[in-house]
């Protein structure tokens, strides 16, 4: 199993930053693919970004200019560095692990909120 823990969420006035961290452990050597998604009240889940193990990564047009992800060095962290954050960011952004033969790992979630 691969567990997942984010932090760093929080409230944020339109137009500032947060930084996301999520940690894996367990079978981290499995791990293929790590990424964030999100869910906003009344909304599906949708993918924000993510990493796979080759160094390749992946955006949400809506997020595409303003967030960053990233791996750490030991390959069981990811980062989301969120800039120019607007309203619309808002919502409960959570941590993903693609590993072994199609697995999902999803972290507890941690809330964003932006104020206008």
């Known amino acids: 199993q691969v567990q997942l823990v984010e932090s760093g969420g929080g409230l944020v006035q339109a137009g500032g930053s947060l930084r996301l961290s999520c940690l894996a452990s367990?079978?981290?050597?499995?791990?293929?693919?790590m990424g964030w998604y999100r869910q906003a009240p009344g909304k599906q889940r949708e993918l924000v970004a993510s990493?796979?193990?080759?160094?390749?990564?992946d955006y949400a047009d809506s997020v595409k200019g303003r967030f960053t992800i990233s791996r750490g060095n030991a390959k069981n962290t990811v980062y989301l560095q969120m800039n120019g954050l607007k309203p619309e960011d808002t919502a409960v952004y959570y941590c993903?692990?693609?590993?072994?033969?199609?697995?999902?790992?999803w972290g507890q979630g941690t809330q964003v909120t932006v104020s206008s």
């Open positions: 993903n692990a693609e590993w072994a033969a199609g697995r999902r790992s």
């Open positions: 990493s796979s193990s080759g160094g390749s990564t």
């Open positions: 367990g079978m981290i050597f499995s791990i293929n693919a």
